[in-house]
């Protein structure tokens, strides 16, 4: 099977930084699924199942230097068995990373190379304000355009307002209400992807993500879920994060729920999600003010007149703890790393000593 890499989003700005791979006989290829360190590549060939080279695994300092969804690679095709070794990851346009689960705090990439994502959020008791804030964040720093697309806007009757709520919330930012399985609002989602664009898809479980790539594809693609009438909550269906190909409109990567998605390094995108509060922090007394009991804060004052709404606030200071706790895990990761080095540092100079002593 032959398949035009420029659907799977390969560009003249790919073709160049991967040209000494070319030199070197490699093959391009884009990383569609990841599971366990086993990888489902799309080249120009067809598919390909992959692994890391030895070497590559080896020379990785982190997790977030090896390939994940989204990911273009260079490999080494093994035709006979549809196999193939990643030899580099090319480097990245954009990408959303989480801290990874375990005992210390490492950057693991989510999601690479997207153009925009979509901020998936139901009309139904899924729609929150504070949520999507945090989502935002993650979409700034990630580098891909955010836009907002409220879903099961058939079960709402407050649609105007929602949207109107959500716009406040994301300033600047498209929010699109759509009900997906009728099709309506879809012609403007589509419009907003294109052959070889990645969009990618961020928002709770039983949102309505999948829906809205079948909805796209025009197929089932993707294994929908039956909603719990309870909590509106849908049992997980989708296992891993996966890249699709949408013939003739782009692709698109779905994510499994996102509520294990924590924020990596926030600052920058703190500082362009609450420009407003930002931008009054300077004429706070004290230029390390928290605004939070500091006399003669600024910010506090335009919340007491009513330039600020006092929810802002609330969410500025929210993403606030939350750095502080993910600074704090980075320190204690930081001290075990010292600490391990150390250890092997006395090892070898016990070492050097007992060789001495012979
Ligand atoms: N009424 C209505 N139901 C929807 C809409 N979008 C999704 N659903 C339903 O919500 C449930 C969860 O959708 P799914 O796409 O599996 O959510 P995901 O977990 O985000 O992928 C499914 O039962 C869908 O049929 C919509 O726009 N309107
Ligand atoms: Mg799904
Ligand atoms: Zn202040």
């Not at 990245?92 to 210390?104: D, H, I, L, N, T």
């Not at 109107?164 to 992807?193: C, I, K, W």
């Not at 006399?295 to 709404?309: E, I, K, S």
């Not at 980075?330 to 075990?336: C, F, G, S, Y």
Request: with cysteine; hydrophobic share 45%.
């Amino acid at each position: 099977m032959e398949v035009d890499l420029e659907t799977l989003g390969w560009d003249a700005r790919w073709a160049e930084v991967f040209a000494p791979h070319a030199a070197a006989g490699l093959q391009p290829a884009r990383v569609t699924i990841e599971f366990n360190h086993l990888f489902r590549l799309a080249t120009a060939e067809g598919e390909f199942k992959g692994q890391h080279s030895g070497r590559l695994r080896h020379e990785a300092t982190g997790r977030s230097m090896l390939a994940a969804v989204g990911d273009w690679v260079a490999v080494e095709l093994r035709r006979d068995e549809r196999a193939a070794t990643i030899e580099a990851v090319l480097p990245r346009r954009s990408w959303f990373s989480r801290k990874a689960a375990g005992e210390v705090t490492e950057e693991q990439i989510v999601a690479a190379n997207v153009d925009v994502v979509f901020l998936v959020m139901g009309l139904d008791h899924d729609f929150n304000v504070r949520r999507l804030e945090r989502y935002l964040l993650l979409a700034y720093e990630s580098g891909a355009t955010p836009v907002v697309l409220l879903t099961k806007a058939d079960l709402a009757t407050d649609v105007p307002e929602r949207v109107a709520e959500a716009s406040a919330a994301a300033p600047g930012v498209t929010v699109l209400p759509l009900a997906a399985p009728s099709g309506l609002g879809l012609a403007p989602v589509a419009a907003l992807l294109g052959p070889g664009r990645t969009a990618a898809l961020l928002g709770s479980s039983g949102a309505g993500k999948s829906t809205i790539i079948n909805a796209l594809a025009g197929a089932e693609m993707m294994k929908t879920q039956e909603v719990r009438a309870s909590d509106s909550r849908g049992r997980h269906t989708t296992r891993h994060r996966q890249l699709i190909v949408l013939p003739g409109l782009g692709l698109i990567i779905d994510t499994p729920g996102m509520r294990e998605l924590q924020l990596w390094d926030v600052a920058r995108t703190m500082r362009d999600t609450f420009d407003e509060i930002e931008a009054l922090a300077p004429e706070c007394h004290f230029t390390n003010c928290q605004h939070r009991a500091e006399p003669r804060c600024a910010v506090r004052a335009a919340v007491a007149d009513g330039r600020l709404a006092a929810e802002r606030l609330d969410s500025y200071r929210k993403l606030q703890d939350e750095r502080e706790g993910l600074e704090a895990r980075k320190d204690v990761r930081a001290r075990i790393e010292e600490k391990r080095r150390g250890r092997v540092m006395g090892k070898a100079l016990k070492q050097m000593q007992k060789d001495r002593g012979r």
